[in-house]
């Protein structure tokens, strides 16, 4: 366990599981009343189904929350700022940080006819953590997969991912790129798998969520048959590692649609999967130069984020990466970056959005100003460079 938790100083995202009070839960919206009532009756469910639901929390093990929580937690270290995105658009957490940028305002669009009844669903059943954990267990392969709800980045994706492989001087040949799909949520034997690997529950009891969450995600509208982005809003690298009796984990990158759609809608769809994985990328760039270290405090976690940041522009930027025009990548970094993190004082804290700037700058100026433009650094150069450049970018 020790080692899992290590390896997760690389995870860019997962969803909290926060057990459902309903009290707690004051979500505002824009629409109107007649809307907001057509909404209160489709997520109504038939006294059926509400019988088989309380049957089925009656039925769960003492503790079980509890246990469901910390393993939650386990992959909670990084990328706060997409966490805390999510629990602030559901109205869960109040935050100073993402109050005005597009991606946030769109997501705010996207749960504009989501109810209390709607939210304590997916609470009370751990939706918004399923889809992250399946593919952080059992998505181990590259074949087959697709990226985006109807495949629309998966030309990009891969052709940027050997690109990346190319580019950098590590050994890549073994990481693999997969996808996080929401529709898992309509996949029972996936289900009962991810609550079994990932929140300790027996099998007998996973089966009986599982047909609660595949009745759940059929009957309720506003899920869309679990590809509504909230379910799939993150992406994560991940350093490979045995985890008997369920897998044997690969080096990984694991891209969620819900990310990729937001990104898509606000303008940057032409940018953010290649900027994205990219900056996945760079995670495995310090996993194989060991730059992480046992050391776990906010300072820590910012250099290697902001280490990370720098790999990707520097990338981006390149004549010989992805060739891209600057100006196009700095707009897009400058809503990516002021998502919102501010986790000041958490372990998992990225860096304020002008130090993740002023590391991105860094690296777009190394790759512009190298006198032999067709050169690309080794990472263990440019990562020398940074270390040297690191206490200027935390000064801004």
């Known amino acids: 366990m ?6 997760m100083a690389a995870v860019a995202l997962s969803l909290v599981l926060i057990t459902s009070c309903q009290k707690d839960i004051e979500k505002q919206s824009t629409v109107s009343p007649t809307e907001l009532q057509n909404t209160r009756n489709a997520a109504r469910l038939s006294a059926e189904l509400k019988a088989k639901l309380d049957k089925v929390r009656a039925s769960l093990p003492v503790g079980g929350q ?11 270290k990084m990328h706060p700022e997409y966490r805390n995105l999510i629990l602030k658009a559901l109205n869960l957490v109040e935050t100073p940080c993402n109050d005005n940028t597009a991606v946030t305002q769109w997501l705010d669009q996207q749960l504009a006819d989501w109810n209390n009844e709607i939210i304590g669903y997916v609470l009370d059943f751990a939706m918004l953590d399923l889809p992250t954990y399946d593919a952080f267990v059992f998505e181990n392969s590259s074949a087959n997969q ?3 709800i109807k495949g629309e980045y998966t030309q990009t994706l891969t052709k940027t991912f050997k690109d990346l492989k190319r580019f950098w001087n590590i050994p890549s040949d073994d990481i693999i790129l997969a996808a ?12 009962i798998r991810t609550y079994v690997a990932a929140f300790d529950v027996d099998a007998a009891t996973a089966a009986q969520l599982a047909d609660i969450v595949v009745e759940l995600t059929n009957v309720i509208p506003q899920y869309r048959k ?8 993150n992406a994560f690298a991940l350093q490979g590692f045995d985890y008997p009796p369920f897998a044997n984990i690969p080096d990984k990158i694991i891209m969620g649609d819900g990310i990729l759609a937001a990104f898509t809608a606000t303008g940057f ?21 060991d730059l992480f270290g046992d050391q776990e405090s906010p300072e820590a976690t910012r250099r290697t984020e902001l280490m990370a940041d720098a790999y990707a522009a520097y990338y981006l930027a390149h004549s010989r990466g992805a060739s891209m025009q600057w100006k196009r ?3 897009f970094m400058q809503v990516f970056f002021n998502i919102g993190d501010c986790s000041f004082t958490s372990d998992g804290h990225h860096g304020t959005p002008t130090q993740r700037m002023a590391a991105a700058e860094f690296g777009y ?17 440019f990562t020398a460079l940074f270390e040297a450049q690191l206490p200027t970018i935390v000064l801004q």
């Open 2 to 7: 020790k080692h899992f938790k290590r390896l």
């Open 66 to 76: 509890k246990n469901q929580r910390q393993s939650a937690e386990l992959v909670l």
């Open 146 to 148: 697709y990226f985006g």
């Open 180 to 191: 996080m799909h929401g529709n898992m949520l309509l996949n029972r034997d996936k289900i």
């Open 226 to 233: 679990g590809d509504h982005p909230i379910f799939t809003f």
């Open 269 to 289: 769809g032409d940018v953010a999967p290649q900027a994205i994985l990219a900056h996945e990328f760079g995670h495995h760039i310090q996993f194989e130069l």
């Open 329 to 331: 990548v700095k707009l």
């Open 365 to 381: 100026s190394v790759a512009n100003s190298a006198q032999k433009q067709g050169q690309i650094l080794t990472a263990q150069q």
